[in-house]
């Protein structure tokens, strides 16, 4: 199985191949024809398994395929700041040959007003910490309306951090006809 057989976008394939992979791992070769069918997945995976892209690429495949407005259109919310910057650059990666793709981390431990000016400049895809988007929504500062695509990634260690009361609140603010990914 090759990347260029999952039907992603040329543009993503591209992405992949100038990172330097030619075929899926395990997670991705399951997911990524899932995830571009547009269900719904709760995926078991662990860390070094290639998860980031088996979620980024289907997500970046719907931002190529179709034509970028201003407002985020793919939310990620991760349990760490650390790990949000890990996929917030996953996406920078291959999302390298999308025109105008924006990527913007919303993490705590970080200046609010500097992701404030980001977020007025417009988004495609929000990599967030629950806590810190939820202090951006509640200012009024950020608008999910128009989010297509929400992964939870390293779901159940968001549970285990107490996370479950932001994350509701988060969701509440996000269409309801939506593509939910979930990995643990
Ligand atoms: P992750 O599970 O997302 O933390 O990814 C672990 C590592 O696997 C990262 O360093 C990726 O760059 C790498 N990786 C992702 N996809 C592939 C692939 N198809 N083949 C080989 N390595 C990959």
Known sequence: MAFANLGLHSQVVKAVAAAGYTS???????AIPAALACGDLLVSSHTGS???AAFMLPCLH????SAAGNSPRVLVLTPTREL???VAKTAETYGRFLKHLRTVCIVGGAPFFRQQQLLKQGADVIV????????HLERGRIDLSRIET???DE???MLDMGFIDDIELIVARIPS???????S
């Open 177 to 183: 006809a939506r593509q939910t990914l979930l990995f």
């Open 84 to 86: 949000a910057l890990q």
């Open 24 to 30: 899926p791992t395990p997670v991705q070769a399951q």
């Open 62 to 65: 719907r931002l190529a395929e």
């Open 150 to 152: 929400l992964v939870l």
């Open 50 to 52: 290639g998860k980031t």
């Open 155 to 157: 779901a159940d260690r």
């Open 128 to 135: 967030a910490t629950p806590g810190r988007l939820l202090d």
